[in-house]
T-cell receptor, first 114, second 110 residues
């Protein structure tokens, strides 16, 4: 079945540590996204990538980094510069150029600080 | 810059009743989406509305779009407990920029 796989489901970060969240898709979508969701709030865009080897900052990119070396993969690194990383992180992809561009979401990673 | 506002933020309703969730957006949005999220889970796409006057229905949910009023509605008919979830609307500014509302947390009481 086609879909988006995020791992791990739960992740704990120690102060000063960088951690990486994995996102893999087998939908053959060009575009991929990372969103952050805080309790009781909507989704905020961290980074997005339209195509391999290209990505753009979203509204809250500070303290995060990404790479897009393969079409299927879009990992997110939460760096030590992100002082408030506790949140639910959602990866998504979309098939651009269809006129619909519906987002397909992974199951999410809950990141907490130890 | 596109902004999306939903109301109400919380909605508690009795089974069998009807209600509407409202989604206002500030500037032109190329597309309007509705998603459902169960607690601790991912978002599931419900509807994509592409043009003025668009209406989509699935079961007890019906979504509509009025681009002139910059308003989309999600109408719930004869609510059942299984519809309890958080519902998000999202607008699109261009191909890749999706702006989400803060969500409406719906609780259907037996």
């Amino acid at each position: 079945d086609g879909g988006i796989t995020q791992s791990p489901k739960y992740l704990f970060r120690k102060e000063g540590q960088n951690v990486t969240l994995s996102c893999e898709q087998n939908l053959n979508h060009d575009a991929m996204y990372w969103y952050r969701q805080d309790p009781g709030q909507g989704l905020r865009l961290i980074y997005y990538s339209q195509i391999v080897n290209d990505f753009q900052k979203g509204d809250i990119a500070e303290g995060y980094s990404v790479s897009r070396e393969k079409k299927e993969s879009f990992p997110l690194t939460v760096t030590s510069a992100q002082k408030n990383p506790t949140a639910f992180y959602l990866c998504a992809s979309s098939d651009s150029g269809t006129g619909v561009e519906k987002l397909f979401f992974g199951s999410g990673t809950q990141l907490s600080v130890l | 810059e596109l902004k999306v506002e939903q109301n109400p933020l919380f909605l508690s309703m009795q089974e069998g009743k009807n209600y509407t969730i409202y989604c206002n957006y500030s500037t032109t949005s190329d597309r309007l989406y509705w998603y459902r999220q169960d607690p601790g889970k991912s978002l599931e796409s419900l509807f994509v509305l592409l043009s003025n006057g668009a209406v989509k229905q699935e079961g007890r949910l019906m979504a509509s779009l009025d681009t002139k009023a910059r308003l989309s509605t999600l109408h719930i008919t004869a609510a059942v407990h299984d519809l309890s979830a958080t519902y998000f609307c999202a607008g699109a500014s261009g191909t890749y920029k999706y702006i989400f509302g803060t969500g409406t947390r719906l609780k259907v009481l037996a």
